[in-house]
């Protein structure tokens, strides 16, 4: 994979610098750690990218839901101030404005928990690649040593 071969050229810059007298510090080339950092940046691995996606999405999901949720709850209240005339259509808005409400929460709830399972099972696979480059990364550091 060319990010490890990225990572070993940063390895290197870093081992071969100048270091400054009395410290354990090392002066880099800015270009040249800017141009391997830029290269590695763009060779992450799309779940990284996908993951941020991702997470926009579900919030713009949960803030769609709120929303519609909201609009349900304003529908239905504006519908029993309609109603308030006659006893009986009184006690059938209620009863009305009560299964909305609920049916709102039930979807809202429902999208929150599939979007939280989707987000989850997609930061899991990110997970699971970024602790597989660690551990390559790890053993190719070992390797140098």
Do not use: W
Not at 36 to 53: G, S, V
Not at 88 to 100: D, F, L, Y
Not at 101 to 110: D, F, G, L, P, T
């Amino acid at each position: 994979m060319e990010i490890f071969t990225l990572l070993e050229n940063l390895e290197e810059l870093v081992e071969n610098s100048s270091k400054v007298p009395f410290s354990s510090k090392v002066m880099v080339d800015k270009e040249e750690l800017g141009d391997i950092l830029e290269e590695i940046r763009l060779k992450l691995p799309d779940e990284l990218k996908q993951a941020k996606r991702i997470k926009d999405e579900r919030l713009n999901i949960l803030n769609d839901a709120q929303k519609e949720s909201d609009e349900l709850l304003k529908d239905a209240e504006n519908k029993i101030i309609q109603m308030v005339d006659e006893h009986v259509i009184t006690k059938q808005a209620i009863m009305q404005k009560e299964e909305i409400v609920e049916n709102a929460n039930k979807i809202s709830k429902e999208i929150s928990c599939g979007t939280r399972d989707y987000a989850d099972a997609i930061l899991e696979k990110v997970e699971d690649v970024l602790r597989e480059t660690m551990q390559v990364v790890h053993n190719n550091r070992k390797e140098l040593k």
